[in-house]
């Protein structure tokens, strides 16, 4: 059992350009979210999904895009790439019929851009 | 921002010591829980409180909430040097418990 798993680990971009973080979960959770984690900040919610077919906008949404074509999957896209995106993002998972209950988290992807 | 905040943000101690971590939150909850990061991890879940529980407790940990003050504590009990993280409170107020808003932490540090 993989619990949620994020790929790339690791990424450098270039301002301006554009990719997709990805995040996968094997534990058919209905809820999936992202968050990214910068120094003093804690974590902040960018996205969130309550089930296939249906997102939403968290705290800070302006540069992001997701989907949710399925239960597994909950790609998150940086359209185009600023500076002020460097941070470490986390995918999280939970079940809905633990309703605010326990989240299981990604082991994150650390972007950098330049 | 919805964001709680965590009291103190730094906290160093000794080994075998006890460790006490404040969490203020803003929105109305049905639970609040407590999560830790190892360095370049993700997190982990600790402990969830209901909103109509005052206290709480698993092995080592102590979780006390204060729904009319809207804060709740971790108390971590005899530290080890493997509880160094940081630990941060979440709470289910966004958009009915759809995803947790999370405080900015408190990094502990045990030293032996």
């Known amino acids: 059992n993989a619990g949620v798993t994020q790929t790339p680990k690791f990424q450098v971009l270039k301002t301006g350009q554009s990719m997709t973080l990805q995040c996968a979960q094997d534990?058919?959770?209905?809820?999936m979210s992202w968050y990214r984690q910068d120094p003093g900040m804690g974590l902040r919610l960018i996205h969130y999904s309550v089930g296939a077919g249906i997102t939403d906008q968290g705290e800070v949404p302006n540069g992001y895009n997701v989907s949710r074509s399925t239960t597994e999957d909950f790609p998150l896209r940086l359209l185009s790439a600023a500076p002020s995106q460097t941070s470490v993002y986390f995918c999280?998972?939970?079940?809905?019929?633990?309703?605010?209950?326990?989240?299981?988290f990604g082991q994150g992807t650390r972007l950098t851009v330049v | 921002s919805q964001q709680g905040e965590e009291d103190p943000q730094a906290l160093s101690i000794q080994e075998g010591e006890n460790a006490t971590m404040n969490c203020s939150y803003k929105?109305?909850?049905?639970?609040l829980q407590w999560y830790r990061q190892n360095s370049g991890r993700g997190l982990v879940h600790l402990i969830l409180i209901r909103s109509n529980e005052r206290e709480k407790h698993s092995g080592r940990l102590r979780v006390t909430l204060d729904t009319s003050k809207k804060s709740s504590s971790l108390l971590i009990t005899a530290s080890r040097a493997a509880d160094t993280a940081s630990y941060f409170c979440a709470t289910d107020g966004y958009q009915a418990g759809t995803a947790l808003i999370f405080g900015k932490g408190t990094t502990l540090s045990v030293s032996s």
């Open positions: 534990m058919n959770h209905e809820y």
């Open positions: 999280a998972s939970s079940a809905v019929r633990q309703l605010g209950g326990e989240a299981f």
């Open positions: 929105t109305s909850i049905n639970n």
